[in-house]
């Protein structure tokens, strides 16, 4: 079926039809205005409960192509993730190198503890602000703060002198991986084409472990040199000077130029977003969008934030849009990985890994794989299946590390003392585990959750990512709060065995409660937590969607 003839199917007319009519991506069944129907051309029975406008109701030529206009829009913008992950990850080098240049004694564990979680508080508040912040003033603007906020922060950092600035500074750090862990997504997402969103946001993830790589090596490489944790934790500012001044040639979000009513700025994004679109295909998508736009504009005049957000807890699909969206965040956080990603040289240093940062530059590679990988099947495998699969792979990965340790500290009491020469088999073994744990994190909780945005319907995505992005920081508070003291209190061995018993729990929610939302619009989204969490009614609505493009490619071969 064509475009033109798909839009035609929509009785557009003017902006104020796109406004009132109900079906599919907003727009009424002209056989049964107002009422449940079924649409062909969209494949799913509308609720007359939604009046969402579908982006996905017009597939322009070549959109399953991402231009190389697109890729570099993208790539720019994925830069302030390179930081999210470099700013989380440069700490672990750190905390191993520092030694006692923040006071008259090396850093005890309560110290590294509020050090570390400092950032992450910084980002909780953070990713509060950004997402409503970043409607009102422009998801590009909110990037560039971010940005003004990674170099501040890393300059601070390499000047300080006390224990208390330092945690002042990574303070400042964490304002900025706060808001870029929620604006940057929203912003790639915009500004990809519709049927590209999920792997093009994805490239995020991948920029943030790739952070994390680079955040390693830098640490490992200055290792020994004096002073060298200064330079490790200074050289943020580097790429966040680049991405800022990158920022200029950047345009804003086709949804924020339109709010702005700068249409023909945004038709000329669009133009540049679908290349290969004839003119016909151009002008559907930014009636669509317009459409779209303007009825988040109505919500905005009509409502308040105290009313958005309690549709957000009263509406049964919104709720059940944000149980899944700020479960699936607390679940990335409650399996552990970050205090790894934190405290992996630290970890590795107790148990006799002569480089530290060297062995825990291993696990951010095999992080920064695993994500890789995540790119290549999180829309043709689907967000479910891959949760599914990789769950049962956390917590096998976690209890066997968790035997490890117990096997590795016996002639120690269970605990952890530097300097020790453990069993290298043992020792061996626990790093073994941390690779294919982290692998089944990258291919799954460290990606999925970061989809959250198509959980939401347009007038609550800006209160439902930043309330999303918040769990999962209050949660990385929480983990990286206590990691240190944890493995003091219950051994390592009781510690990683209680992230294998939240991932077990994480494993049954994900089976459950989480549909495949993979494909799907807004809408359809919507309809399918409608009444429940919609496990079956998502795999039918997939697989009515592929009968039916299946149905028109024959079609269109026998033509």
Same mark, same amino acid.
């Given at each position: 079926m064509?475009?033109?003839?798909r839009?035609s199917a929509?009785? !557009?007319?003017?902006?104020?039809?796109?406004?009132?009519?109900?079906? $599919?991506g907003?727009l009424d069944?002209p056989?049964s205005p107002?009422t $449940?129907?079924e649409?062909d051309t969209i494949?799913?029975k509308a609720s007359?409960?939604?009046r969402?406008?579908?982006?996905? *109701?017009?597939?322009?030529?070549?959109?399953e192509?991402?231009?190389?206009?697109v890729w570099a829009?993208?790539t720019?913008?994925a830069v302030?993730g390179?930081?999210?992950?470099?700013?989380?990850?440069?700490?672990s080098g750190?905390?191993v190198?520092?030694?006692s240049?923040?006071g008259?004694?090396?850093?005890s564990?309560g110290?590294?503890?509020l050090i570390?979680?400092?950032?992450t508080l910084?980002?909780?508040?953070?990713g509060?602000a950004?997402g409503?912040?970043?409607d /009102?003033?422009?998801r590009?603007?909110v990037?560039? *703060?971010a940005?003004? @906020?990674f170099?501040a922060? &890393?300059?601070?950092q390499?000047?300080?002198?006390? +224990?208390?600035?330092?945690?002042?500074?990574?303070? *400042?750090?964490g304002?900025?991986?706060? +808001?870029?862990?929620c !604006?940057v997504?929203? #912003?790639i997402?915009?500004l990809?084409?519709?049927?590209?969103?999920g792997?093009c946001?994805?490239?995020n993830v +991948?920029?943030?472990t790739?952070g994390?790589?680079?955040? #390693?090596?830098?640490?490992a490489?200055f290792?020994?040199v004096?002073?060298?944790w200064r /330079?490790?934790v200074?050289?943020? &500012? !580097?790429?966040a000077?680049?991405?800022?001044?990158g920022?200029?040639?950047?345009p804003?979000s086709p949804?924020?130029l339109?709010r702005?009513?700068? +249409?023909?700025?945004?038709?000329?994004v =669009?133009?540049?977003?679908?290349?290969?679109?004839t003119?016909?295909?151009l002008e559907?998508?930014l009636?669509v969008?317009e459409?779209?736009?303007?009825?988040s504009r109505?919500?905005?005049?009509?409502?308040t934030?105290?009313d958005?957000?309690?549709s957000?807890l009263?509406?049964?699909a919104n709720?059940?849009?944000l149980?899944i969206?700020?479960?699936?965040? &607390?679940?990335?956080?409650?399996?552990?990985f970050?205090?790894l990603?934190y405290y992996?040289?630290?970890?590795?240093?107790?148990v006799g890994?002569?480089n530290?940062?060297a062995?825990?530059l291993i696990?951010?590679?095999t992080?920064?794989?695993?994500t890789?990988?995540a790119l290549k099947?999180?829309d043709?495998?689907?967000?479910?299946?891959?949760?599914?699969w990789t769950a $049962?792979?956390?917590v @096998?990965s976690?209890i066997?590390?968790s035997?490890s340790?117990?096997? =590795?500290t016996?002639s120690?009491?269970g605990?952890?003392?530097?300097?020790?020469?453990?069993?290298?088999? /043992?020792?061996?073994?626990?790093?073994v585990f941390m690779?294919?744990y982290?692998?089944s994190y990258?291919?799954?909780l460290?990606? *999925?959750?970061?989809?959250?945005?198509?959980l939401f319907?347009?007038e609550?995505?800006?209160?439902?990512?930043?309330?999303?992005?918040a769990?999962? /920081?209050?949660m990385?508070l929480v983990i990286s709060?206590t990691?240190?003291?944890?493995m003091?209190a219950?051994t390592?061995?009781?510690?990683?065995?209680v992230?294998a018993?939240f991932c077990f729990i994480?494993?049954?929610?994900?089976f459950?409660c989480?549909p495949?939302?993979s494909?799907?619009?807004?809408e359809?989204t919507?309809y399918?937590?409608?009444?429940d969490f919609?496990?079956?009614r998502?795999?039918?609505l997939r &697989?009515?969607k592929q009968?039916?493009k299946q149905r028109h490619?024959?079609q269109?071969?026998r033509?």
């Open positions: 064509s475009t033109s003839n839009f929509l009785q !557009v007319s003017s902006d104020s039809d796109l406004d009132t009519k109900t079906g $599919p907003g069944s056989d107002g $449940p129907y649409d494949g799913i007359t409960v939604r969402e406008i579908d982006e996905n *109701v017009v597939i322009a030529e070549g959109e192509k991402v231009t190389l206009y829009l993208v720019t913008a302030a390179l930081l999210f992950g470099y700013d989380t990850g440069v700490i750190t905390l190198s520092i030694g240049a923040l008259p004694a090396v850093l564990s110290q590294k503890e570390t979680s400092a950032t910084g980002a909780l508040l953070g509060l950004a409503l912040s970043s /009102w003033i422009g590009k603007m990037i560039a *703060v940005n003004v @906020i170099i922060g &890393a300059v601070g390499a000047c300080c002198h006390t +224990v208390w600035s330092m945690i002042g500074c990574r303070f *400042v750090i304002l900025g991986v706060g +808001v870029a862990s !604006v997504p929203l #912003y997402g915009e990809s084409p519709t049927v590209m969103r792997r946001v994805t490239i +991948v920029a943030i790739l994390q790589v680079i955040a #390693y090596a830098i640490g490489a290792a020994d004096h002073n060298g /330079w490790m200074g050289l943020g &500012a !580097v790429p000077g680049i991405d800022l001044i920022l200029i040639w950047l804003e949804r924020i339109l702005n009513k700068k +249409v023909t700025e945004a038709e000329s =669009l133009r540049k977003m679908y290349a290969q679109a003119p016909a295909q559907a998508k009636r969008l459409a779209s736009v303007e009825q109505e919500v905005i005049r009509t409502t934030v105290w958005r957000t309690r957000m009263v509406v049964g709720r059940r849009a149980i969206g700020c479960g699936l965040q &607390a679940f990335q956080q409650l399996c552990g970050n205090s990603m992996s040289a630290t970890l590795f240093k107790s890994f002569d530290s940062t062995t825990g696990i951010a590679a992080n920064f794989l695993g890789v990988l099947i999180v043709p495998v689907g967000r479910r299946r891959i949760m599914v $049962p792979g956390l @096998i976690l066997l590390a035997i340790f117990h096997f =590795l016996m120690t009491g605990v952890l003392v530097d300097g020790t020469d453990y069993p290298k088999k /043992w020792s061996a073994l626990v790093l690779i294919t982290t692998m990258a291919t799954g460290g990606n *999925v959750p970061w989809q959250q945005g198509e319907t347009l609550v995505r800006g209160l439902g990512t930043s309330l999303c992005t769990t999962n /920081w209050a990385n709060a990691f240190l003291s944890l003091e219950i390592p061995a009781g510690a990683f065995g992230y018993g994480g494993w049954l929610f994900c459950f989480y495949e939302t494909g799907l619009s807004l359809e919507f399918v937590f409608e009444n919609g496990i079956k998502s795999q039918m &697989a009515e009968s039916i490619q024959q269109a071969d033509v």
